[in-house]
């Protein structure tokens, strides 16, 4: 049996794809790349969806 279309992937915690954008922009490279720069609106748009998706379930841990 597929997988319903209507129920998404897990999605990963904000805190480890903020992390990953983190480490797209140490890149030097990233910043003239649109393959990178493309990669960072993914990045960003999942991360949205994390922290939404956290913020409903009061998950979010703050880090200092």
Same mark, same amino acid.
């Given at each position: 049996?597929?997988?319903?279309?209507?129920? %998404?992937? %897990?999605?990963?915690?904000?805190?480890?794809?903020?992390?990953?954008?983190?480490?797209?922009?140490?890149?030097?490279?990233?910043?003239?790349?649109?393959?990178?720069?493309?990669?960072?609106?993914?990045?960003?748009?999942?991360?949205?969806?994390?922290?939404?998706?956290?913020?409903?379930?009061?998950?979010?841990?703050?880090?200092?």
């Amino acid at each position: 049996m597929s997988p319903s279309p209507l129920v %998404p992937a %897990p999605a990963r915690p904000a805190a480890v794809v903020n992390e990953e954008i983190r480490t797209l922009w140490l890149d030097p490279r990233v910043r003239l790349s649109a393959e990178g720069r493309a990669r960072y609106e993914v990045l960003v748009a999942e991360w949205t969806r994390a922290v939404a998706a956290e913020r409903a379930c009061g998950e979010i841990d703050v880090a200092a």
